[in-house]
């Protein structure tokens, strides 16, 4: 006994159909990575004593930090509190890559995560 599908269901046509999909949103993704990659995400910590900028790859343009904070590591020579100004501004801009990737990126495959492809 063989196993019917539905009318439009299967065949030449459907796998034809779901290949040029594939390729469609293959396309799409590749695009809004490359946009992605050129936008530039700024953030900043410590009620701004620190911004820093970065491209959608993850590599740092820009690092300000105020004097206000350099002078007062240096007078109470602890250099840690900048760098926990940088530390807390470096991931909260990944992050914000990060969300704005997978926000762009569900747009085109409708919430269907795959893993390792961004």
Do not use: H, W, Y
């Not at 690092?63 to 206000?68: C, T, V």
């Not at 900048?82 to 801009?93: F, K, Q, T, Y």
């Amino acid at each position: 006994m063989r196993a019917r599908l539905p009318q439009g269901m299967g065949g030449q046509q459907s796998m034809q159909s779901m290949i040029k999909q594939a390729q469609k949103m293959q396309s799409e993704i590749t695009e809004v990575q490359e946009k992605i990659e050129q936008e530039s995400f700024s953030t900043t910590s410590g009620g701004g004593a620190v911004e820093i900028t970065m491209t959608g790859r993850k590599e740092i343009t820009s690092l300000k930090i105020s004097a206000d904070v350099i002078k007062d590591a240096a007078d109470s020579n602890d250099p840690s509190v900048i760098e926990d100004l940088v530390i807390s501004a470096v991931n909260e801009c990944v992050k914000n890559i990060n969300t704005s990737t997978e926000d762009r990126m569900g747009a085109i495959t409708g919430g269907v995560s795959f893993p390792g492809l961004f």
